[in-house]
T-cell receptor
Framework: NAGVMQNPRHLVRRRGQEARLRCSPMKGHSHVYWYRQLPEEGLKFMVYLQKENIIDESGMPKERFSAEFPKEGPSILRIQQVVRGDSAAYFC??????????????FGPGTRLTVT | GENVEQHPSTLSVQEGDSAVIKCTYSDSASNYFPWYKQELGKGPQLIIDIRSNVGEKKDQRIAVTLNKTAKHFSLHITETQPEDSAVYFCAASRTGTASKLTFGTGTRLQVTL
C-alpha cells in the first residue's frame, strides 16, 4: 500500500508567481490535512478537507491561499502571488476514520517551496 | 485554541541510555496524543499514539504515558540506538471535525556512541 504522495518535492517560484502543490492520500483515505513547517520550527495546521468539502480552514491565510480535494484526483494547495515569507516545507497528511472516531494522520514527504 | 509545549528542545544521550521527552497541553477537550519522528528532509513518521481513555501504552522500546489531570504526556525511549537520532514532535487533537493536530516545537535527540 503506497504511502501519501506529494509532488513536486521541491518547487522554486519567483515572487508574484503561483505555486501549486499536490497530494495523493493513502489508498482508502478520504481525509486530507495540510500543514506548513518553517525552518527549525514545528508544523502548523492550515486546512482539513474531505472529498469535495473543506471541513476546517482556520489555519489558512485569508488571502492568496486556497485548497481543494475534488471527487477525483489529488488534493491541491494553491498559493497565488507568492512572497518570500511563503518559503517553507508544506506537508500533507491523510487519514481514515478510526473505530473510536480518532483519525491517525500519516504524512507525506513534503514539498519544499522556495520563493526567490 | 490548543497550545502544546514540549521540553527539552535538544537532548543528547549515550547509546543504550533512556530518553524522555515531555509535553503539556492546554485544551481539556483534547483526547488524542500522537508522537512523530522526523528525520532530515523527510516527513513526520507516526511512531506511537495514545488516547485519553488509556494512561500508558508501550511498543517495544517506545512508551508513552498520559496524565489527563495534569495535562501532561511523555515519550520514553529505552536502550537508545544511533538510528533513534531525529527530531521528535508531540501533538494533541480532538476527534471528528476538530481533528487538526497542534504540534509541540520539537525535540532534537542525538544518540552518541
Amino acid at each position: 500500500n503506497a504511502g501519501v504522495m506529494q509532488n513536486p518535492r521541491h518547487l522554486v517560484r519567483r515572487r508574484g508567481q503561483e505555486a501549486r502543490l499536490r497530494c495523493s492520500p493513502m489508498k482508502g483515505h478520504s481525509h486530507v490535512y495540510w500543514y506548513r513547517q518553517l525552518p527549525e520550527e514545528g508544523l502548523k495546521f492550515m486546512v482539513y478537507l474531505q472529498k469535495e468539502n473543506i471541513i476546517d480552514e482556520s489555519g489558512m491565510p485569508k488571502e492568496r491561499f486556497s485548497a481543494e480535494f475534488p471527487k477525483e484526483g489529488p488534493s491541491i494547495l494553491r498559493i497565488q502571488q507568492v512572497v518570500r515569507g511563503d518559503s517553507a516545507a508544506y506537508f500533507c497528511a491523510s487519514a481514515v476514520a478510526g473505530g473510536l472516531g480518532t483519525y491517525e494522520q500519516y504524512f507525506g514527504p513534503g514539498t519544499r517551496l522556495t520563493v526567490t | 485554541g490548543e497550545n502544546v509545549e514540549q521540553h527539552p528542545s535538544t537532548l543528547s544521550v549515550q547509546e543504550g541510555d533512556s530518553a524522555v521527552i515531555k509535553c503539556t497541553y492546554s485544551d481539556s477537550a483534547s483526547n488524542y496524543f500522537p508522537w512523530y519522528k522526523q528525520e532530515l528532509g523527510k516527513g513526520p513518521q507516526l511512531i506511537i499514539d495514545i488516547r485519553s481513555n488509556v494512561g500508558e501504552k508501550k511498543d517495544q522500546r517506545i512508551a508513552v504515558t498520559l496524565n489527563k489531570t495534569a495535562k501532561h504526556f511523555s515519550l520514553h525511549i529505552t536502550e537508545t540506538q544511533p538510528e533513534d537520532s531525529a527530531v521528535y514532535f508531540c501533538a494533541a487533537s480532538r476527534t471528528g471535525t476538530a481533528s487538526k493536530l497542534t504540534f509541540g516545537t520539537g525535540t532534537r535527540l542525538q544518540v552518541t556512541l
